[in-house]
């Protein structure tokens, strides 16, 4: 219950609905129109605030903190902003943040990738191609891919972006097909990727996730 209650104040923030510096309707009155108890309600208060989005003060209520206070990149807020309408400034800054972090982490992996960070990045491209990026597993497939070339890089603090990076690359890829099938398939972009990390050549592999990326956008922004 408090996860719906979360997913739905959260939704509403994200998307404009309800704006920053607005004061949400107090702990009663919104749990009576949630049809939830009060604390199932406070506690969704606490998700928001964990998040960023809301700060409480006694007297003053709760308050939507402006969009730069947001975790924009913490998974849940990412679901939140994909399961409405995103605008395009933010999708092109989740395209801006990868640019800067996955050519950096293509080639730091490149140089330092073991046996085992070879056989998870070729064990979810395979499965990219056997399902396709138009299906759950595909996409599954495409998250693992980042994910395993992220810790391939064997660092630590490019390792922690992984659940970021792995929920903007899920979302961006499954908002493009909303409107329509994906308009080219994204498969050999990942493949050429894949095989400069292998080969063990940190240019080929930072110039081929750069491209991957700057590919994905153009396809994003022809969908919306």
Not at 38 to 54: F, I, N, P, W
Not at 62 to 76: G, H, Q
Not at 112 to 120: E, H, L, Q
Not at 214 to 220: I, P, V
Request: aromatic share 4%; net charge neutral; proline share 4%.
């Amino acid at each position: 219950m408090r996860g719906a209650v979360a997913h739905y104040l959260g939704t509403a923030i994200v998307s404009g609905q309800i704006a920053p510096g607005e004061t949400l309707t107090g702990e009663i009155a919104n749990a009576a129109a949630l049809d939830v108890s009060r604390s199932a309600y406070r506690e969704a208060v606490q998700v928001l605030t964990a998040k960023g989005l809301v700060e409480s003060r006694p007297k003053a209520g709760t308050r939507v903190l402006p969009r730069s206070r947001w975790n924009v990149l913490d998974p849940t807020v990412l679901a939140w902003a994909f399961s409405a309408e995103p605008d395009l400034a933010f999708v092109r800054d989740l395209f801006e943040l990868r640019a800067v972090v996955e050519p950096a982490a293509a080639r730091f992996a490149a140089e330092r990738r073991d046996k085992d960070d070879i056989k998870a990045m070729k064990d979810a491209l395979a499965k990219m191609r056997r399902h396709t990026l138009a299906t759950e597993a595909g996409r599954a497939a495409d998250r693992a891919f980042h994910d395993a070339l992220l810790r391939a890089t064997h660092n630590s603090a490019m390792m922690a972006l992984s659940a970021s990076i792995s929920a903007a690359v899920s979302w961006t890829t499954e908002f493009k097909q909303r409107s329509r099938a994906l308009p080219r398939d994204p498969v050999p972009d990942h493949a050429r990727v894949c095989d400069a990390i292998v080969a063990g050549d940190p240019e080929a592999a930072s110039a081929a996730m750069r491209a991957l990326v700057d590919l994905a956008l153009e396809d994003t922004r022809s969908s919306m």
